[in-house]
């Protein structure tokens, strides 16, 4: 598997598509065709009330794709094959489409992944594609300030109850800084990770919360979802 992303490194920078390896590159990376095969949402962003008891907060959700296709394949090879080669992909079109932000003050918080998760995965993908996003947008990132405290049960195959139980408590806030946070996940489901990661910093006293993520699922379609 390193060989062959290492191969697409390689061909990428004679010029040719990263995905698919045939035709010229496009844009970030990529082929026209590759490209036009991305799930864009419908409109540049996603929003929704995140839930009953955030309503109130109005915490927007800012999303690019949908979790199918050739994202979904691009997420899962990046979590589970270390398809480096995705990252500029997939956070070059997110900073393209993604609304225009007061982001000079921001900190982005990548969700966290349990240390014996990411020793075993070899890293936190999200992580990585925080750390890309906000180099590009000179914006400061946070790898420390939220940690997950417990390796929870894969979500894959948990209903939206089961994956709110799930995650409960899961979450430690371990630094405050007054500055708008901005929580960045690569695949949002049912959004109870990222509901649990708000109540948390909302308890620790963070007003300002915003979210963006890479792509949103549908629950039947069968996410990817383990992190």
């Given at each position: ?14 010029g ?10 496009f844009?970030h ?6 490209y036009?095969?991305l ?6 962003v996603?929003?929704?009330?995140f ?7 109005n915490?927007?959700?800012q ?14 090879q990046?979590k589970y094959q ?13 900073i393209?489409?993604?609304?225009p932000?007061e ?19 070899g ?9 890309w996003?906000?180099n590009?947008l ?15 049960e894969?979500?894959?195959?948990l ?24 929580l ?17 910093l ?20 069968g996410?990817?979802?383990?992190r």
């Amino acid at each position: 598997m390193r060989v062959w992303n290492d191969l697409k490194m390689h061909f990428s920078k004679l010029g040719l598509c990263r995905r698919c390896l045939k035709n010229r590159c496009f844009i970030h990376g990529i082929c026209l065709d590759c490209y036009q095969a991305l799930p864009l949402i419908s409109g540049d962003v996603l929003t929704q009330p995140f839930s009953h008891h955030l309503d109130d907060l109005n915490i927007k959700i800012q999303a690019i794709f949908n979790y199918t296709g050739a994202v979904k394949e691009m997420i899962c090879q990046l979590k589970y094959q270390q398809a480096l080669w995705t990252v500029p992909i997939l956070g070059a079109v997110f900073i393209d489409r993604v609304a225009p932000i007061e982001t000079d003050t921001a900190v982005i918080i990548p969700m966290p992944m349990h240390h014996r998760r990411r020793r075993k995965r070899g890293y936190n993908q999200v992580a990585v594609l925080a750390a890309w996003v906000a180099n590009r947008l000179h914006m400061t990132v946070n790898m420390n300030l939220l940690t997950r405290n417990r390796d929870t049960e894969f979500q894959h195959g948990l209903n939206k109850q089961e994956r709110i139980k799930n995650v409960k408590g899961c979450f430690t806030v371990k630094q405050y800084c007054h500055q708008p946070v901005i929580l960045f996940d690569d695949v949002m489901t049912t959004g109870s990770s990222l509901r649990e990661a708000c109540r948390v910093l909302i308890s620790a006293g963070y007003v300002d919360i915003r979210i963006w993520v890479i792509a949103v699922a549908d629950l039947s379609a069968g996410a990817c979802d383990a992190r």
